[in-house]
């Protein structure tokens, strides 16, 4: 099973930019469609962003609070998804999660592996 670790994560001003990074165990990780979920606390974790395998076209797919801040992408070379994030909000803070799934739209039911999380703190 393929195994994911989360990096980039930070403290960062309201209006910055991070961009996290998610990189997979092994080749496997080009045929699952990849997501980033976060969870504030006490909160339930939630969908951010996702990309779909490149099979069928590294389609895209946002929660609308993000939509035009945040930018996902994947390299099937490198066996990484990205999280670009810009103009970021307080309400943004939470741990950021990126996880592998083999159905599209990405379904929480049909996800294969999650990372370990990494933490997002936007100040005011």
């Known amino acids: 099973q393929v195994q994911l670790v989360e990096s980039g994560g930070g403290l960062v001003q309201a209006g910055g930019s991070l961009t996290l990074s998610c990189v997979a165990s092994?080749?496997?990780?080009?045929?699952?469609?990849m997501a980033w979920f976060r969870q504030a606390p006490g909160k339930e974790r939630e969908f951010v962003a996702a990309i779909s395998w490149s099979g069928i076209g590294n389609v895209t797919h946002y929660v609308n609070s993000v939509k035009g801040r945040f930018t996902i992408s994947r390299d099937d070379a490198k066996n990484t998804v990205y999280l670009q994030m810009n103009n970021l909000k307080p309400e943004d803070t939470a741990g950021y999660y990126c996880?592998?799934?083999?159905?599209?739209?990405?379904?929480?039911?049909?996800?294969?592996?999650w990372g370990q999380g990494t933490q997002v703190t936007v100040s005011s």
């Open positions: 996880a592998a799934g083999t159905s599209w739209p990405v379904t929480t039911s049909k996800i294969r592996a």
């Open positions: 092994d080749s496997s990780f080009s045929i699952y469609h």
